[in-house]
């Protein structure tokens, strides 16, 4: 579970509203936002910039259960979108979504792999990954960064499906299961899934994560790399 997160959103009036207004309040160390409300309607915000920068750059994702401290009661909600600046990436907007706490919600999570594949170590292969995230029902409370899934064990021609994904009985896995997640391919493989200059990419090429010794004589492997055929995810 992510770290409790609390900002106290004070509601803005009627001459805090509007692009003009906004800019001020940026101006003035605040950013303004939006917290649509669960019986319906939504309440306009403003909060200190410094604490929310702060906290979210302990956090990789924007998926982030938070509490707002409103009108003197605490909102449960999540994180829905940050608008940033084009140049600075400075957060100049964010949309809040009100929740309940005991029912569950959709929400799409990261995947990282770990590990070198058996495959890529001594087989010389090439281990790509296709799926970056998993779309999954769970509570609110039990939303992760991200799912890490152990792939040490994977071997040449093996690939990692969504079925394979063991992610516990907290999450209900919404994401189509045939889909795959990564695969441990030989080089002549991937040399001949990569597309000749002038060439259309092909979609389903997955994106190349480590290669094995053969190729690259004297590299270090990749300390992250992805996942097992039955791998085992952890928070």
């Not at 990282?112 to 010389?124: F, N, W």
């Not at 997955?206 to 094995?212: D, M």
């Not at 190729?215 to 270090?220: K, S």
């Amino acid at each position: 579970m992510n770290e409790e997160l609390r900002f106290k959103a004070d509601t803005r009036p009627a001459s805090e509203q509007g692009s003009r207004a906004s800019g001020r309040l940026r101006r003035a160390g605040l950013i303004p936002g939006a917290v649509n409300l669960i019986e319906g309607g939504t309440t306009l915000v403003k909060f200190d910039a410094h604490t929310f920068v702060q906290a979210m750059r302990r956090h990789a994702s924007e998926s982030v259960l938070v509490t707002l401290e409103m009108e003197g009661k605490a909102v449960p909600a999540l994180i829905r979108e940050i608008q940033r600046d084009v140049l600075t990436g400075t957060p100049i907007h964010v949309d809040f979504g009100e929740i309940s706490l005991t029912k569950k919600i959709r929400v799409s999570i990261a995947i990282l792999l770990l590990g070198e594949p058996e495959g890529v170590k001594v087989g010389g292969g090439v281990l790509g990954q296709t799926l970056r995230a998993v779309e999954v029902e769970c509570l609110p409370t039990d939303i992760v960064e991200r799912f890490e899934v152990d792939v040490s064990a994977m071997k040449l021609a093996q690939t990692l499906f969504v079925r394979d994904l063991h992610l516990g009985d907290k999450y209900a896995v919404l994401t189509q299961k045939d889909l795959p997640v990564a695969s441990v391919v030989s080089i002549a493989e991937e040399v001949a899934a990569t597309p000749a200059e002038g060439e259309a990419a092909t979609p389903a090429a997955p994106e190349v994560i480590t290669k094995g010794k053969k190729e690259e004589a004297g590299a270090a492997p990749a300390a992250a790399a992805a996942a097992p055929a039955k791998p085992a995810a952890k928070k």
